[in-house]
T-cell receptor, first 115, second 109 residues
Framework: SQTIHQWPATLVQPVGSPLSLECTVE??????LYWYRQAAGRGLQLLFY??????ISSEVPQNLSASRPQDRQFILSSKKLLLSDSGFYLC??????????????FGAGSRLTVL | SQQGEEDPQALSIQEGENATMNCSYK?????LQWYRQNSGRGLVHLIL?????REKHSGRLRVTLDTSKKSSSLLITASRAADTASYFC?????????FGKGTTLSVSS
């Protein structure tokens, strides 16, 4: 089974400051990786996904970016944070279930508050 | 894009009662999945139902799927306080899963 590690768990940053959230995956190789954001009381919004090293697809135009420098490392970044970037950021990795379907394993999340 | 929409948004019940959550979606699907999220934590996969299945069971969980109505329901029988969490349905839109807004379930003892 795969395990997702995310850090930091909690982050408070001022508007205009940079951001780096890291996600690493254990127990699998060449997984599809995802960044989702969850605003308070709302569902999950897909931000980025990656099917391999250096391959990033963006779902929502914003001031965030993602990178995948290694097979099992996925990084979410921003050069200048906005108040609207506050939220709960979740990294996920895809695996194939016994029935052959795509299922996600999630990390514990990183809570970002921008002040 | 938001594919699934859960209903109700919030549900409060007593221990021992059954909890039913519904999910509606918009486009055709290969499968529909349900996930659980404890407060402040990541999501955990609960159960998956394929488009050619109508009902599936896993322990105290029962999922139904009606593709003609584009809807699914999750039933938790004999609820426990530990079932308190948010529950999300998700549809598979290659290469990602698209999640609904979730149902927050509160089970009181």
């Amino acid at each position: 089974s795969q395990t997702i590690h995310q850090w930091p768990a909690t982050l408070v940053q001022p508007v205009g400051s940079p951001l780096s959230l890291e996600c690493t995956v254990e127990g699998t190789s060449n997984p599809n990786l995802y960044w989702y954001r969850q605003a308070a009381g709302r569902g999950l919004q897909l931000l980025f996904y990656s099917v391999g090293i250096g391959q990033i697809s963006s779902e929502v135009p914003q001031n965030l970016s993602a990178s995948r420098p290694q097979d099992r490392q996925f990084i979410l970044s921003s050069k200048k944070l906005l108040l609207s970037d506050s939220g709960f950021y979740l990294c996920a990795a895809q695996y194939i279930s016994n029935s052959g379907a795509n299922v996600l394993t999630f990390g514990a999340g990183s809570r970002l508050t921008v002040l | 894009s938001q594919q699934g929409e859960e209903d109700p948004q919030a549900l409060s019940i007593q221990e021992g009662e059954n909890a039913t959550m519904n999910c509606s979606y918009k486009t055709s699907i290969n499968n529909l999945q349900w996930y659980r999220q404890n407060s402040g934590r990541g999501l955990v996969h609960l159960i998956l139902i394929r488009s050619n299945e109508r009902e599936k069971h896993s322990g105290r969980l029962r999922v139904t799927l009606d593709t003609s109505k584009k809807s699914s329901s999750l039933l938790i029988t004999a609820s426990r306080a530990a079932d308190t969490a948010s529950y999300f349905c998700a549809t598979d839109e290659e290469p990602a899963l698209i999640f609904g807004k979730g149902t927050t379930l509160s089970v009181s003892s």
